[in-house]
């Protein structure tokens, strides 16, 4: 009973995705950002236990939480930049195994300043996540369905922070408060694995859309390495469809192709034109 009411969920959502690449693209995205807010629900359940630990009261407990968000804030503009840079998809593996290490020295901080330290280091960490989110969303999904997906993808927030309040909850009522981190931290590594394994980076400026009902995000045949030149961000030179002489092809007004054929049709040479058939793209 239990099976068929989790297919028919999986094949619910898959729908309203538009299709299995699309869901899994989602999953992932959503996932991050779960994760970048885990860590609010974590700190908020252990708020007691860590008040008793470190001996401290609402105002600096409150610091705790802030210290987080403040670096997030500041750390978000650098990361921004560095997203429109690099591969995104190495960025975030990179990031969420970062994250992964400042949790585990949350849970074995010793101090309160300690503890604020981490806490910076976690929310500088986090900064990475909507930046490359709302990086990849735009490439993998074209302009008149975004809104609709980002706000499935944006859903991953609220997720995360409930998810991490839970767990770190029960877990803090069983092992103590410490071994709350070190659950976060295990659950994050499984995210980088499955990030890195099933979220393909695409082409930069729209060039890999996820069209509905595809099963497969990876990249397109016969395009892997012009998108791989994209997303490097190396220019990538239009080739001609055809003879420059013979005008099959439909070049732009400052490709190669047209410049040649503007100073053919001056010259009167149809030697200059044929050169185009040289041109390497």
Do not use: H
């Not at 991953?156 to 981190?181: K, N, P, Q, Y």
């Not at 060039?207 to 190396?234: F, K």
């Amino acid at each position: 009973m239990a099976g068929k009411w989790i297919e028919r969920l999986k094949a619910r959502a898959i729908a309203v995705a538009g299709g299995p690449a699309r869901a899994q693209v989602i999953a992932l995205l959503a996932a991050v950002l779960a994760m970048a807010t885990a860590d609010r629900g974590c700190i908020s359940a252990v708020a007691d236990q860590l008040k008793q630990a470190f001996s401290i009261d609402n105002t600096q407990f409150g610091l705790v939480l802030a210290a987080a968000s403040f670096a997030t804030a500041i750390g978000v503009l650098p990361m921004g930049v560095l997203v429109d840079r690099a591969a995104r998809k190495s960025i975030l593996a990179a990031a969420i195994l970062a994250w992964t290490g400042a949790m585990v020295l949350s849970g074995a901080a010793t101090s309160y300043l300690f503890l604020i330290l981490t806490r910076i280091l976690v929310g500088a960490v986090t900064a990475v996540a909507w930046p490359c989110v709302a990086s990849l969303t735009g490439d993998f999904f074209p302009a008149r369905e975004r809104a609709s997906v980002y706000g499935l993808i944006l859903a991953g927030e609220f997720v995360g922070t409930g998810a991490g309040f839970f767990i770190s909850g029960e877990v803090s009522a069983v092992l103590g408060w410490r071994w709350s981190f070190y659950a976060m931290a295990a659950i994050s590594l499984g995210l980088a694995a499955a990030l890195w394994r099933f979220l393909p980076e695409p082409a930069r400026g729209g060039q890999g859309w996820l069209e509905r009902g595809e099963s497969d995000p990876g990249p397109r045949r016969g395009a892997g390495r012009q998108r791989r030149r994209r997303a490097r961000g190396r220019p990538i030179r239009p080739r001609c469809a055809g003879s420059c002489t013979t005008g099959t092809s439909n070049p732009g007004p400052n490709s190669s192709c047209a410049r040649i054929r503007r100073i053919a049709a001056g010259s009167g040479r149809s030697a200059i034109a044929c050169a185009c058939r040289a041109i390497a793209c």
